[in-house]
T-cell receptor, first 115, second 111 residues
Framework: EPEVTQTPSHQVTQMGQEVILRCVPI?????FYWYRQILGQKVEFLVS????????KSEIFDDQFSVERPDGSNFTLKIRSTKLEDSAMYFC?????????????FGPGTRLTVL | RKEVEQDPGPFNVPEGATVAFNCTYS??????FFWYRQDCRKEPKLLMS???SGNEDGRFTAQLNRASQYISLLIRDSKLSDSATYLC????????????FGSGTRLQVQP
């Protein structure tokens, strides 16, 4: 069964450093999302991406964050200057069409720890 | 008011029990509804979509009440493997296409 993959599984970084989280979507999927989950809290939407541009972003997704699909396969989330409060699980999700009942498939997540 | 509200639990039930989870959502423009399951430190996985007429998948039954903005999940004959956090998820379908998650209800099935 096709699946979304994410690397690394765990990233430890110092405050102020840049991190890049990577996602490989399922091959025929067109819609991509990043979510985060702070430990013990709910899953929160960050950004959606379609046709090589951001479709929508939440208030969490400030200028520190950026996304791109540099090579047509990987979908990346960059955090420019990490803060302690960026420590969380970051999940990539992908979806084949815009139809709302169509399932979003989640990757296994990257655990980001900012020290 | 939270967009999607759930009782956090935990619900501790014996094997074989029937357990019900409830969820309310605040945005009347919400279009699609789901129950996801999340195991500890893992990604959310779709359990089932929730349709207006209600739907059943084996031991799991989901109901939607649009007038009351209320969603439910019933699990019959609980198994140890059902122990997880159950996430009520809504899509407002206003163009964002992103999912809005509740905080989840934790279920612990005991032998």
């Amino acid at each position: 069964e096709p699946e979304v993959t994410q690397t690394p599984s765990h990233q430890v970084t110092q405050m102020g450093q840049e991190v890049i989280l990577r996602c490989v979507p399922i091959s025929n999927h067109l819609y991509f999302y990043w979510y985060r989950q702070i430990l013990g809290q709910k899953v929160e939407f960050l950004v959606s991406f379609y046709n090589n541009e951001i479709s929508e972003k939440s208030e969490i997704f400030d200028d520190q964050f950026s996304v791109e699909r540099p090579d047509g396969s990987n979908f990346t989330l960059k955090i420019r200057s990490t803060k302690l409060e960026d420590s969380a699980m970051y999940f990539c999700a992908t979806k084949t069409t815009v139809v709302s009942y169509n399932e979003q498939f989640f990757g296994p997540g990257t655990r980001l720890t900012v020290l | 008011r939270k967009e999607v509200e759930q009782d956090p639990g935990p619900f501790n039930v014996p094997e074989g029990a029937t357990v019900a989870f409830n969820c309310t959502y605040s945005n009347s423009a919400s279009q699609s509804f789901f129950w996801y399951r999340q195991d500890c430190r893992k990604e959310p996985k779709l359990l089932m979509s929730v349709y207006s007429s209600g739907n059943e998948d084996g031991r799991f039954t989901a109901q939607l009440n649009r007038a009351s903005q209320y969603i439910s999940l019933l699990i019959r004959d609980s198994k140890l493997s059902d122990s997880a956090t159950y996430l009520c998820v809504v899509n407002t379908d206003t163009g964002r296409r992103a999912l809005t998650f509740g905080s989840g209800t934790r279920l612990q099935v005991q032998p």
